[in-house]
């Protein structure tokens, strides 16, 4: 999408208050959930907006924000202490009015998906350490992770997407009643649209979590198509286009809720997930919940476009990689370096950064600087490479 192609309004029609997952002491005038949807084709029915427990601080962060209607929990064994906070809550929640995803992920591994190769055990003990850490019996949704990150060749991530092993421990998994549904996620960078359209026509999948923003709207319109002609459920991530900023409206307005109306205006989508650190975030985000978007809030994307639409690396993107001659992995780097600046989230970030096998350090000697240009979105990709380095270099 280039620059203003986002000002386009949709027309959904937000779902009717469906009642808080259990009951709340919450006061009348805190913001709380106002739509619950279908999930695809499944039997759940998800609070338009979930919460991610990666980086929350405490377990009590997770359980104000499901006393205030959201019953979407996305977890994974990567996602730090996540799973243990929502572990010492479980005893006091009604875990069938919850939705709780978890990942084939190494436990401790930052994310890193199971890989391709692994045994039918290694994908099953992944989601057993997530219930034992969690304390519940079983998962609503496991999920194949970062698909389209691990190798740029398209048959390596799709032999992963299939992999018959991890088909076969869901199927394990379900028989034994420890999981339900089976899902995958991307934020790419490599060959994203053809490996999701692929999860979408297998037939294999019930839902897909995506990046989704209002500055990546035409990026994602074939799979969103494909995806609700199938009934496949879409979560969106990454619904803010980078955070950059909240002070883009000279009336005071905030931009995160207009930000996330975008994403929940959009009838292929079934909710968003959103991390959040403290409750008067956690309030800005919910009054978003259920509501249609205005003209005010398209001025202030309008504005927020602006200000940052040559700053935000568009997560999926990739477009400029074919320009590097050292095969440096832009768009990762980009998105750790999104981690560490707008996301407050600095030790993850440096410690994914230190994970890759190539980083930006081989910038420091190119004289060719072929990606200076090669960005369609005008991002000075050179320079933001040589900033991110050093941002995320851990220093002696």
């Known amino acids: 999408m280039k620059r203003r192609e986002f000002l386009r309004t949709s027309t959904l029609a937000t779902t009717a208050l469906a009642g808080a997952p259990f009951a709340t002491a919450a006061k009348e005038e805190e913001p709380k959930i106002k739509a619950y949807r279908d999930l695809g084709k499944t039997d759940l029915k998800m609070s338009d907006i979930g919460i991610g427990v990666g980086n929350v601080p405490s377990s009590s962060m997770i359980r104000r924000a499901l006393d205030r209607g959201i019953?979407?929990?996305?977890?994974?064994?990567?996602?730090?202490?996540?799973?243990?906070?929502?572990?010492?809550?479980?005893?006091k929640l009604q875990r069938d009015k919850l939705i709780i995803t978890s990942k084939f992920s190494i436990h401790n591994g930052g994310g890193r998906p199971v890989h391709v190769g692994a045994k039918k055990e290694d994908y099953i003990q992944a989601i057993e350490g997530s219930l034992s850490r969690m304390k519940t019996d079983y998962i609503d949704i496991c999920q194949v992770n970062g698909i389209g990150q691990e190798s740029e060749k398209y048959e390596d991530e799709e032999k992963r997407l299939l992999d018959e092993e991890m088909l076969k421990a869901f199927d394990e998994l379900k028989k034994a009643g420890k999981a339900r549904f089976l899902g995958v996620t991307s934020h790419g960078p490599n060959n994203t649209e053809a490996l999701l359209l692929k999860s979408i026509q297998c037939g294999h999948f019930d839902m897909m979590m995506l990046s989704l923003n209002f500055m990546q709207d035409s990026q994602w319109q074939k799979v969103l198509r494909e995806a609700a002609n199938k009934g496949m459920g879409v979560v969106a991530m990454k619904t803010l286009s980078g955070a950059k900023r909240t002070d883009v409206d000279a009336r005071g307005e905030a931009y995160e809720p207009a930000a996330l109306k975008w994403v929940l205006n959009k009838p292929e989508v079934s909710g968003l997930v959103i991390r959040t650190k403290d409750i008067a975030t956690l309030d800005l985000y919910l009054s978003a919940s259920g509501q249609k978007i205005t003209a005010a809030d398209m001025k202030i994307l309008n504005r927020y476009s602006e200000q940052f639409a040559n700053k935000y690396c568009r997560t999926g993107c990739n477009a400029c990689q074919s320009a590097c001659p050292k095969a440096v992995s832009i768009a990762t780097i980009m998105r750790y370096q999104m981690y560490f600046k707008d996301y407050g989230l600095e030790k993850d970030a440096m410690e994914y950064y230190a994970g890759l096998g190539k980083t930006a350090k081989e910038c420091t000697a190119c004289d060719i600087r072929s990606c200076a240009n090669a960005c369609p979105y005008g991002l000075p990709v050179y320079a933001l490479l040589r900033e991110a380095h050093d941002n995320l270099t851990f220093m002696a």
């Open 71 to 91: 019953n979407y929990i996305d977890a994974g064994p990567g996602y730090g202490a996540g799973e243990d906070f929502v572990g010492e809550i479980m005893g």
